[in-house]
């Protein structure tokens, strides 16, 4: 299964909407530097599918690529889909294995007071970085299943 890279998106803090990159660095189990969310836990990328948003925007929701802060946004792979352990291959170096699927969220955050929902805790995925790079808007991304 093969997807691209629709929008690369970091912030300087959590719960916050992120800013759209034209290129980031990726680093080995720390994640994409300068984003909040990156360091040495499970969850240093996060990935929506655009699919995901196109649903969101589709109820009436002004929203984008970035505003549900997730790192990655993707296109053609069902994130879904992916069981935890599963790879996916970034470009040519940046590999990223998955390590939870949906999160719980406590409190309405930044993102919930103006989208007026978040997709993020149902259909986004989070991943650990097991070789980093750099990644760029439109590059491929392909599914490595693990054998487990």
Request: net charge neutral.
């Amino acid at each position: 299964m093969k997807g691209k890279i629709v929008a690369i998106s970091i912030s300087s803090e959590k719960g916050m909407q992120k800013i759209n990159q034209s290129e980031v660095m990726v680093k080995e189990n720390y994640g994409i530097v300068g984003d909040a969310h990156a360091g040495k836990w499970h969850r240093q990328i996060s990935l929506l599918a655009q699919e995901s948003i196109d649903k969101m925007i589709a109820k009436g929701l002004n929203v984008k690529a970035g505003d549900f802060a997730e790192n990655i946004t993707t296109q053609g792979i069902d994130l879904l889909a992916l069981e935890i352990g599963d790879r996916l291959k970034l470009g040519m170096d940046v590999v990223l294995e998955i390590t939870q699927k949906g999160k719980e969220c406590h409190s309405r955050c930044a993102i919930y007071e103006q989208a007026g929902d978040c997709v993020m805790p149902r259909e986004g995925i989070f991943a650990r970085v097991i070789k980093g790079g750099k990644l760029t808007p439109g590059m491929e991304i392909e599914v490595v299943k693990c054998n487990v």
